[in-house]
């Protein structure tokens, strides 16, 4: 059993930037695939970036990329989401989640998922 929470969501300008954390309780971080996902008011929860257990491979929705990093710290049970450059359509729910497969782009494939923080971007 994995148990995550999210934190570092919050209030921006757009241009701003903001780094979520996960970080995550139970055994095995290492060995999972983390995830981030989105679901903004309306819309269907989407992918956003993925990382591998060794952080050596990450993937990114093509509206994130080159503006988001995913990392993560296994000594630290805990990956982040550097977002930079944020643009109002940033706006959502922000999720964790942790799959045992390698799984990366779909979320039905991850495993469990955390609470959620809330990110917003003004104009």
């Known amino acids: 059993q994995v148990q995550l929470v999210e934190s570092g969501g919050g209030l921006v300008q757009a241009g701003g930037s903001l780094r979520l954390s996960c970080a995550a309780s139970?055994?095995?971080?290492?060995?999972?695939?983390m995830g981030w996902f989105r679901q903004a008011p309306g819309k269907e929860r989407e992918f956003v970036s993925a990382?591998?257990?060794?952080?050596?491979?990450?993937y990114y929705a093509d509206s994130v990329k080159g503006r988001f990093t995913i990392s993560r710290d296994n000594a630290k049970n805990t990956v982040y989401l550097q977002m930079n450059s944020l643009k109002p359509e940033d706006t959502a729910v922000y999720y964790c989640?942790?799959?045992?497969?390698?799984?990366?782009?779909?979320?039905?494939?991850?495993?469990?998922w955390g609470q959620g923080t809330q990110v917003t971007v003004s104009s």
């Open positions: 989640a942790a799959s045992y497969s390698s799984t990366y782009y779909n979320l039905r494939g991850y495993d469990y």
């Open positions: 139970g055994r095995a971080f290492s060995s999972y695939t």
């Open positions: 990382i591998n257990w060794s952080g050596r491979s990450t």
